[in-house]
């Protein structure tokens, strides 16, 4: 597998695509990858509009301050093909969720969700202004408390953005009742330490490798969207794996839509 080229950025002109560009600051000086900017030219757009969204992009970037190489590239493709090419070669992928598109104003864009599913490297989705500064935890969703490869990518690719953004790192395991008839806070109370002492046993390895990170785990009885949106103060960005990503909409529309909107959350969907 070859070594990534870059930290990619889809702009339009968009403020949520310059949001995006100014979170991926980050992610490639960490890595000491240069941040390229794709800019798609639609059929019948003009190239001096295209300049001067990278323009106005660069400058964002640049008030920053941070030492970060950058490149742009602007190709006549639709956003989904052009990206999704570019993501071959990519360390990460990272577009706004209401950008890129000229629908649905608040909604999640159909560029968004179609890469989030088909890039070749994990995709961050940026809620909205102020991701960089936010503080808070960063929280990983684990479907099966068991060690498995899916598991381990997203456990992987949450300690790196929680190092990263020098961040408590909550491990979220949800469960179910087998039996619709078991609600009582005593069975939830219960089904809660069992399943939080599988995931404790679960990150042990995890913590020695870590010893400076912060890993809290989490047992959940029922819908991890209702922990997000309960917890969304406290939240920076949440890491999902990717067979999350054709639900996407889940955590960006009704109830996740106005979390990450207007607290500036960031979906981390990773690679298969």
């Known amino acids: 597998m070859r070594e990534p080229e870059a930290v990619i950025v889809g702009i339009d002109g968009s403020r949520s695509a310059t949001e995006a560009a100014v979170w991926a600051v980050d992610e490639a000086v960490s890595r000491d990858l240069p941040l390229r900017l794709v800019h798609a030219l639609r059929h019948g757009d003009s190239m001096a509009v ?104 997203t456990l992987t690719r949450a300690v790196e953005e929680a190092s990263l953004r020098h961040a408590a790192l909550h491990v979220v395991a949800t469960w179910h009742s087998r039996y619709t008839d078991i609600h009582g806070p005593h069975a939830v109370a219960g089904g809660n330490r069992l399943v939080r002492a599988r995931l404790d046993r679960r990150l042990a390895d995890w913590r020695s490798r870590h010893p400076g990170l912060d890993v809290q785990p989490v047992a959940v009885h029922g819908n991890f969207i209702n922990y997000v949106v309960r917890h969304a103060d406290s939240i920076q960005s949440i890491v999902v794996s990717h067979d999350r990503a054709d639900g996407l909409a889940e955590l960006v529309g009704p109830p996740g839509r106005d979390v990450l909107r207007e607290t500036g959350c960031v979906v981390l969907v990773c690679e298969r």
């Open 50 to 153: 295209a300049k001067t969204v990278v323009h106005e992009a660069f400058t964002a970037i640049e008030s920053t301050e941070e030492p970060v190489k950058l490149e742009a590239e602007i190709v006549r493709d639709s956003p989904v093909h052009a990206l999704r090419s570019a993501s071959r070669g990519a360390a990460m992928l990272c577009v706004g969720s209401t950008g890129l598109s000229r629908r649905g104003r608040g909604r999640i864009s159909t560029v968004a969700a179609a890469l989030a599913s088909s890039a070749h490297c994990p995709v961050a989705v940026i809620g909205g202004s102020g991701a960089r500064s936010r503080q808070g935890w960063v929280v990983a969703e684990l479907e099966d408390v068991e060690p498995s490869g899916g598991g381990d990518v």
